[in-house]
């Protein structure tokens, strides 16, 4: 088990989470003059009687090409896992090296998409809360609690709380978002071997202005969500 403590510089956190040092923080994160704990909403899960609390979080809403992808994991109790952070505050490298360590000491972990049709089909949001659901049902350890990063939830068969910018407040949500992160780009990377014209090696289906002369210069692909180049299309 790798599981460990750590401190680290960390955001804005709302009062509730935030205690005075010391005593030394078991689990803790250090902000300005204060610890924040990490675990404290795993925590209070379980202080109401639940049992096994999954973190669960999304990658790859605002490309425009390829799937949205989620996350779940359940983590032991009292489980910090040390350089664990919003996967954006992490470098490629650094995501890449703790992608395994999250797989090996989580209880239960579960990975799942949506795809680009659907999100034209359905729309973005939708399609996030079904990748969401898949990654909840997908658990080989059944949750019957969830912590959601963002601030609306999406229909799931157990109790659920969101939290705005969860992913650098949750130990378990910022270990879902590094596995969402990790497997959304690895695909971007095959795909890349498919669709070598796009380079989507460099921008991961992002609308950076590399992508946009690719369009221009090749058409949309398979994997473009139609739905998010319309304003392109219209320029045409």
């Known amino acids: 088990m790798n599981c460990q403590i750590e401190q680290i510089e960390g955001t804005t956190i709302p009062p509730s989470a935030l205690r005075q040092p010391p005593p030394f923080n078991k689990g803790g994160k250090k ?4 610890i924040m704990d990490w675990l404290l909403y795993e925590k209070e899960a379980k202080e109401k009687g639940f049992k096994y609390v999954c ?4 990658a790859g809403r605002g490309p425009l090409a390829g799937p949205v992808y989620a996350a779940a994991v359940i983590l032991p109790d009292g489980c910090i896992i040390e ?6 505050k992490l470098s490629e490298k650094k995501r890449e090296a703790l992608f395994d360590v999250i797989k090996e000491n989580a209880l239960a972990y579960s990975i799942a998409s949506a795809s680009e049709k659907e999100i034209d089909e359905i729309n973005i949001l939708n399609a996030t809360y079904l990748a969401m659901q898949r990654a909840v049902e997908g658990l080989n350890i059944k949750a019957d609690f969830a912590l959601i990063d963002g601030n609306r ?4 068969s157990i109790p659920a709380q969101c939290i705005v910018k969860g992913d650098a407040k949750s130990m378990s949500i910022a270990a879902a978002s590094i596995l969402a992160k990790v497997s959304r780009d690895r695909y971007m990377l095959e ?7 796009y380079q989507f090696e460099k921008h991961k289906g992002y609308g950076t202005k590399l992508h946009y002369e690719m369009l221009d210069k090749y058409g949309a692909s398979d994997i473009h969500r139609q739905t998010f180049l319309r304003t392109w299309y219209e320029k045409k």
Request: aromatic letters at 4%; hydrophobic letters at 30%; glycine letters at 12%.
């Open 55 to 58: 973190g669960v979080d999304e």
């Open 153 to 156: 939830l999406p229909q799931l």
């Open 83 to 88: 350089g664990v952070n919003d996967s954006k």
């Open 191 to 197: 795909m890349a071997e498919k669709h070598p014209q």
């Open 31 to 34: 902000v300005g003059d204060f």
